[in-house]
């Protein structure tokens, strides 16, 4: 074990011995060595005091923490980590069972993996690195996965192209790295639906929606439901089994709508109830009428960068605005940010404008997360990406 060293500047080690998983480049005061993008460092104060090991990168967050001791990072150490998250899930009831085979295995710093995602599609695990680091230890990675998780992964596709940094040129190509092309249904809370980790966005579905699609689910009963930004129409075909008088999934993406029908048709085959449409977000409330009472607003998200996050605000408060001038007197509203920069406070205070804009009263019913397969690790509170609040409209 031969890493080379990341000295810190004079009490730039306080973040670090508070287990905050990140070293920032301004905390640097000196690099012994001359590591390369995604090789693996130890850090050190300016005393020389061992803190920390992890991944090297070239940009703002300049190491990604993998251990607090000085440990060699091995198969030994991602067999650990992925059967430690493997073992949470199980404790959950998310893993292997007839009721749910759907579930993110690996959750980035949550879990103690800075930069990697797994989630599981039945038995096809779907891995999307975000760090150069997790890109070349992909491998390494697979075999961990194998160890751990046995006969249940038949297949582990690599889905990085999109979020992986772009400067660092990596030419790398999406593909699988064990078992072949499988198209395989899988299951979320008994009902089933097709994933496209191939082309679809993230990983294919949007695993961190399932106890907030199974809270929409209880609401729905006699409703008039509109899924905007439906995507591969999970809270539609929830909606449905709880009992929706008709539910319209609506978005910009033809792919989206194209998969959205295929789920419902998987679980509600020629169930005359559900319609889809592709249309811009913002045409198709403005033009829609007060024929709905329960809502969803789940859009993609509206900053990625602080630089942003001023305009995404505006986004938020415009959506929201609309949707409490439409919605029907007694309707419900299921609104979210998924944007880490987005804090909990921001996304409240954008939502309270646009119901005081409306000057209709509200009222909170639920103030939603991320399930508990996305954990958020103590130390490391930019984990809470996903907000949501459920809102009862007069």
Partial sequence: MNYCKVILKPKKEESILRFHPWVFSGAIQSIKGKPEE???????????????????????????????EQIEINNSFWKKRISSAYMLRKSLGLAGTEINDTYRLIHGEGDLLPGLIIDMYARTAVMQAHSVGMHYSR???????????GDSVDNIYY??????????????????L???QSNEIAIENRLRFFVDWHKGQKTGFFVDQRDNRSLLEHYAKE????????????????AMRGGAKLVHSVDSSSKAIYLTKKNVDLNFPDDPRHEAFVEDAFKYLEKMGDRYDLVILDPPAFAKHKNVLRNAL?????LNAIAFEKIRSGGILFTFSCSQVVTKENFRIAVFSAAAQSGRNVRILHQLTQ????????????????????????
Wanted: charged fraction near 20%; glycine fraction near 10%; proline fraction near 4%.
């Fill in 371 to 394: 399930p508990a397969d996305h954990p958020v690790n103590i130390y490391h509170p930019e984990g809470e990406y996903l907000k949501g609040l459920v809102l009862y409209v007069e």
């Fill in 159 to 176: 889905k990085s192209e999109t979020t992986l940094p772009y400067k660092a040129n990596l030419d790398n190509e999406d593909g699988y």
């Fill in 139 to 149: 491998c390494e990675i697979t075999e961990a996965i194998k160890q751990v998780l």
């Fill in 38 to 68: 995604g090789d693996v460092v130890e850090v050190y104060d300016c005393n020389q005091h061992f803190l920390a090991v992890g991944h090297y990168q070239i940009g703002s967050i300049t190491v990604r923490i993998l251990s607090f």
């Fill in 178 to 180: 064990y078992g072949v």
């Fill in 314 to 318: 505006q986004g938020y408060r415009k």
């Fill in 223 to 238: 409703r008039s439901v509109l899924n905007m930004f439906c995507y591969t129409g999970g809270f539609s075909f929830y």
